[in-house]
């Protein structure tokens, strides 16, 4: 359930795997914020350049204008004392940092509306996020359609790459699986090899 106005400080998590609508609900919110006249400010990590470097964009190329920050110092920074709305999208690539600066944003009466990726390419919670869904007032769990079965998908499934826990890409690298299909590919991926060592 959403709410286009607060009259105090309110924090709102959309999580979810890659693909699941993490991204276009986000704008649709903000963009309701703009309809209500809110002051709203709009941030992403410098990091994510998939597809432009001053708007977040969604899969399904919708987008919204932005302001890419190396760290959550530069976003900290970067905040006008006026603004009413402030939206994050991918969590995940802040760190820690930005857990206090969400509360603080929410304390002063700002409501903060954050997407990002509940869990990694290994299936395990992706700090802050977790932290983050402990503070918000609302949450809501996106899941994607599963790339091999069709069924609700929770996990991002990496197809291509190394073993890094941050690897910025999109359907080249990742695909969306839902729990018995991601397990299944994970158990394909370990050669004889990798499972005697595990043995071992
Ligand atoms: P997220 O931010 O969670 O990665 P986006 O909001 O960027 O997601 O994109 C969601 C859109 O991606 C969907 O509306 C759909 O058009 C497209 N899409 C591509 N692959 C999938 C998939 N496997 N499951 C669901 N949507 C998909
Ligand atoms: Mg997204």
Known sequence: MESSRHSAGWVEVI????FSGKTEELIRRLRRAVIGRQRVQVFKPAIDRRYHETRITSHSAQSLDAR???DVA???AALDPDTQVVGIDEAQFFGPALVPVVQGLAD???RVVIAGLDQDYRGQPF???PQLLAIAEQI???LAICSSCGALASRSYRVAGGSERVQVGAADSYEARCRSCYLK???GDESPADTAT???
């Open 15 to 18: 999580c979810g795997p890659m």
């Open 68 to 70: 890419a920050v190396p």
């Open 74 to 76: 530069a976003l900290e």
């Open 108 to 110: 002063r009466g700002v």
């Open 127 to 129: 700090e802050p996020v």
């Open 140 to 142: 809501t769990k996106c």
């Open 185 to 187: 590919a994970i158990a």
């Open 198 to 200: 595990h043995v071992a």
